[in-house]
């Protein structure tokens, strides 16, 4: 072999041309088939590989929509109603797009809740984690842009109202509206921007998923035990193990996300948006879509619109500082008796803002949604800095094959290292 060649081991040989130049079939071996992994994984693991087929499903479709859609006030929801109506297929195309948003939402909530619960943010995660939430970021400025395209009665106001926010900041607010729709007010330059970044932010998205697994395939993943693994017992190489639970996970995925699209492809969405946008017009209830809802309600607990708006970021934002204000050394809530109630009541809040957000802002729902935002804060910054230094966690396990294998007794001598069934 020629020198400054990769020795590639592939059998076939056509492969292994191209990986002796540039070695992507090894990488992917490595990555992807003998790639250490904590044997001990449940279903919650599943999830950053349906986030992933997610984000593919999103971009295929989109770009197929983009095909028929035209970007202008003028024709924008005609479009979308010939999609739906005169191109083959154009139904499914757009009601896969449009509920796989929702999918994606619930997929990425799922997602984030088992980092949250198992302590995935941790050292040495954090980036990894600060990654997730700049994908999550992305992925919100995506799905709002995508939502104005069909140009409905929803889809103007929501715009209209979201854009707004910015105003409330002192001194250049509204300069920053104005250079945000392009004009004066929402109009063709806002439609068209916006189906740009729709355009491109996926794309942005998968390079910084690419990055945040890149950075996974750095620290190794973490596990529902929230220890290290120990060693060649603890792993199970991630072919065929996690291929086939990631499998078992796809399929149930994809049943939810058909029932969706087939029977209630409308549950999710808002009937105002098949009503074409009309400026003169003013929506009795502008809601945003359910995902965005919790983060809503947060902005309209604060009586001033400039504290709401610097609140709602916040609750993001805070996501960024978690790794430092969870001052556990233990990553798992499986030990952690104390912090796990208040993890769950912060998941209840978490809901409760959700609904809220959905509800008209009048009492009760302004009272309620101010206590849920109150415990989101007060979790973050006051009960997880303190119970890491007050709560005694109950002892972690010596590695994770033990507790696998023996209800956490002892292993028999000579077990270590060997496949499951011969143990
Ligand atoms: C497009 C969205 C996303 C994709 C495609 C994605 C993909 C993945 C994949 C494939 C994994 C490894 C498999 C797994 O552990 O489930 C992973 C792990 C992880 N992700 Fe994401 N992710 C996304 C969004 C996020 C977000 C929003 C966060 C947090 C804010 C996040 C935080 C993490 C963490 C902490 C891990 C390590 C988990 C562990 O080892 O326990 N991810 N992600």
Redesign the pocket.
């Known amino acids: 072999m020629a020198s400054g060649l990769h020795k590639s081991e592939v059998s076939n040989p056509v492969l292994r041309w191209i990986d002796a130049r540039l070695p992507v079939v090894t990488m992917m071996q490595k990555e992807y088939g003998t790639f250490p992994t904590p044997r001990n994984f449940n279903y919650f693991?599943?999830?950053?590989?349906l986030?992933?087929v997610n984000?593919l499903i999103m971009i295929v479709t989109g770009i197929f929509l983009s095909m028929h859609y035209t970007a202008h006030v003028h024709y924008a929801f005609d479009s979308v109603e010939r999609i739906m109506r005169d191109v083959n297929y154009g139904w499914l195309l757009r009601y896969v797009h449009a509920n796989g948003a929702s999918m994606f939402f619930i997929v990425?909530y799922i997602?984030?809740w088992?980092?949250l619960y198992?302590g995935?943010?941790k050292a040495p995660?954090e980036l990894?984690?600060m990654l997730?939430?700049v994908?999550?970021l992305l992925?919100m400025a995506t799905a709002f842009m995508g939502y104005v395209l069909p140009w409905g009665q929803m889809s103007f106001w929501g715009a209209t109202v979201i854009t707004n926010l910015f105003s409330a900041l002192p001194l250049i607010g509204q300069d920053i509206v104005v250079w945000l729709w392009g004009g004066f007010s929402v109009d063709n330059p806002t439609l068209n921007r916006f189906f740009s970044l729709h355009y491109l932010l996926p794309f942005v998205?998968f390079g910084v998923?690419f990055l945040?697994?890149a950075a996974?395939h750095i620290t190794g993943?973490?596990n529902p035990l929230g220890i290290d693994p120990k060693g060649p017992q603890d792993t199970l190489p991630f072919h065929p193990y996690y291929t086939a639970k990631d499998s078992v996970g796809l399929v149930a995925y994809f049943a939810f996300f058909a029932i969706l699209v087939f029977f209630f492809p409308n549950m999710l969405g808002h009937p105002d948006n098949y009503i074409p946008a009309n400026p003169l017009v003013t929506p009795a209830h502008i809601v945003p879509e359910w995902y965005f809802l919790p983060f809503y309600a947060i902005l309209r607990a604060v009586p001033d619109k400039l504290g709401g708006v610097v609140l709602m970021f916040a609750s993001i934002a805070i996501?960024f500082v978690l790794p430092w204000l969870d001052t556990s050394p233990v990553r798992s809530m499986r030990f952690r008796p104390l912090a796990r109630p208040f993890l769950f009541t912060w998941l209840v809040s978490f809901f409760v803002l959700l609904y809220c957000g959905g509800m008209p802002a009048e009492e009760p729902y302004v009272t309620i949604s101010r206590v849920a935002t109150a415990y989101y804060f007060l979790y973050f910054l006051v009960i997880l800095p303190l119970l890491g230094r007050l709560e005694r966690p109950l002892p972690l396990p010596e590695s994770i094959a033990r507790p696998v294998l023996r209800g956490g007794g002892p292993l028999p001598a000579g077990a270590v290292g060997k496949p499951m069934e011969k143990a």
């Open positions: 693991w599943n999830f950053g590989a986030a992933m984000l990425v997602h984030i088992r980092g198992y995935s943010y995660r990894l984690w997730g939430v994908i999550f992925m998205i998923v945040h697994v996974l993943s973490n996501l």
